[in-house]
T-cell receptor, first 113, second 111 residues
Framework: QKEVEQNSGPLSVPEGAIASLNCTYS??????FFWYRQYSGKSPELIMF????GDKEDGRFTAQLNKASQYVSLLIRDSQPSDSATYLC?????????????FGKGTSLLVTP | DGGITQSPKYLFRKEGQNVTLSCEQN?????MYWYRQDPGQGLRLIYY???????QKGDIAEGYSVSREKKESFPLTVTSAQKNPTAFYLC??????????FGEGSRLTVL
């Protein structure tokens, strides 16, 4: 079983601060990594994907990947109350699993005004 | 608009009944997936299909069945053999390696 681990939180940050969300994965052969945001009662929506080691920035979001350490993170700058949600880390399971995504249990983020 | 449509959004089932959840996509994706989510949990893979008339079991397929007769459609049947079916069910599709696109979900409650 390919594991994806996240701290369940809740992670509480004040408005305007940087929120840092972390994820580790067990399959060293994993190639692609995704961060989804899920509001309560809603379906997940993609925030970012990353395939290469290093940082990838998109607006207030930065994804970081370190394949040697099997570690993925998501930074949210200038956090807003509307960022309060559960953030799911997902890892592509590869061709043998039909390119399904393996998900972590999610980290709950609360941004306080 | 392109997307994934799941129905019904809410469904109530008596114990011992089979129910079928519908999933239709117009994104022209070959691959489709069914996930289950329980409160405070991540998504767990039930079944997936990469082409028409072919599908594979995921991590928690027991008590579920699927069909893929058309590229656009991937219905999920929750059978009476599923002992704890109350959950949020999510259908997704994807073009291959890469992101998955999700429907709005179907919430099943067993009475």
């Amino acid at each position: 079983q390919k594991e994806v681990e996240q701290n369940s939180g809740p992670l509480s940050v004040p408005e305007g601060a940087i929120a840092s969300l972390n994820c580790t994965y067990s399959d060293r052969g994993s190639q692609s990594f995704f961060w989804y945001r899920q509001y309560s009662g809603k379906s997940p929506e993609l925030i970012m994907f990353i395939y290469s080691n290093g940082d990838k920035e998109d607006g207030r979001f930065t994804a970081q990947l370190n394949k040697a350490s099997q570690y993925v993170s998501l930074l949210i700058r200038d956090s807003q109350p509307s960022d309060s949600a559960t953030y799911l880390c997902a890892v592509n399971a590869g061709a043998n699993s039909g390119y399904a995504l393996n998900f972590g249990k999610g980290t709950s983020l609360l941004v306080t005004p | 608009d392109g997307g994934i449509t799941q129905s019904p959004k809410y469904l109530f089932r008596k114990e011992g009944q089979n129910v079928t959840l519908s999933c239709e996509q117009n994104l022209n994706h070959d691959a489709m997936y069914w996930y289950r989510q329980d409160p405070g949990q991540g998504l767990r893979l039930i079944y997936y299909s990469q082409i028409v008339n072919d599908f594979q079991k995921g991590d928690i397929a027991e008590g579920y069945s699927v069909s893929r007769e058309k590229k656009e459609s991937f219905p999920l049947t929750v059978t009476s053999a599923q002992k704890n079916p109350t959950a949020f069910y999510l259908c997704a599709s994807g073009p291959g390696p890469g992101e998955l696109f999700f429907g709005e979900g179907s919430r099943l409650t067993v009475l």
